[in-house]
């Protein structure tokens, strides 16, 4: 069984671009987070999709936004990109079967260097 | 604010040393809990998790986790290190509520010298 596969594995790109990040969930897995890994930040929430919806949203500011579609993947997209926005953001799904549990399953990482 | 705190920031431990990883949590009632790893060039990936009842659990690769609720505290500890052990640990939480976010800790690097 695949399991969470993200794309790109690197992204380089200049400050004020825009980044697109794609994540496929395991197959029959309905929800997907976003997570940034920056250097010595640990893991910050960003991002929370389930069945189609957002669910939940960490503390990042509007030109971080994102969607999910009707297969269950997802894309999260970063506007006006920063310096510090450099990190490795990681895709997890999860699949509660009708009680939330929080055990969630990670892709490898798309890592995004803004120069 | 919810949040959760790691006591280590980086550990380093000879083979065969016995391992205790802190984590600690600021949250409002009952809580899921979570260990995390993260090898060298691979994927987090999970090591236990506490859900309920016995509140020592075991998970894979002889690692283990004691929940202790009055110290809102879920340490990781395993009791003889393997250089394969070399990895990120991140502890995480979240609410036994819909739709809550997990959040991490700041993760503990371990180096284990053979």
């Known amino acids: 069984e695949a399991g969470v596969t993200q794309s790109p594995t690197h992204l380089i790109k200049t400050r004020g671009q825009q980044a697109t990040l794609r994540c496929s969930p395991i197959?029959?897995?309905?929800?997907v987070y976003w997570y940034q890994q920056a250097l010595g930040l640990g893991l910050q929430f960003l991002l929370w999709?389930?069945?189609?919806?957002?669910?939940n949203r960490g503390n990042f500011p509007p030109r971080f936004s994102g969607r999910q579609f009707p297969n269950y993947s997802s894309e999260l997209n970063v506007n006006a990109l920063e310096l510090e926005d450099s990190a490795l953001y990681l895709c997890?799904?999860?699949?509660?079967?009708?009680?939330?549990?929080?055990?969630?399953?990670f892709g490898e990482g798309s890592r995004l260097t803004v120069l | 604010a919810q949040s959760v705190s790691q006591h280590n920031h980086h550990v380093i431990l000879s083979e065969a040393a016995s391992l205790e990883l802190g984590c600690n949590y600021s949250?409002?009632?009952?809580?899921?809990l979570f260990w995390y790893v993260q090898y060298p060039g691979q994927h987090l990936q999970l090591l236990l998790k506490y859900f309920s009842g016995d509140p020592l659990v075991k998970g894979i690769k002889g690692f283990e986790a004691e929940f202790i609720k009055s110290k809102f505290s879920f340490n990781l500890r395993k009791p003889s290190v393997q250089w394969s052990d070399t990895a990120e640990y991140f502890c995480?939480?979240?609410?036994?509520?819909?739709?809550?976010?997990?959040?991490f800790g700041p993760g503990t690097s371990l180096s284990v010298i053979p």
């Open positions: 197959s029959g897995h309905t929800s």
């Open positions: 949250y409002g009632g009952t809580v899921n």
């Open positions: 995480a939480v979240t609410r036994k509520t819909s739709y809550d976010k997990v959040i």
């Open positions: 997890a799904s999860s699949s509660d079967q009708g009680a939330f549990t929080g055990e969630l399953f």
């Open positions: 999709y389930d069945e189609g919806e957002e669910r």
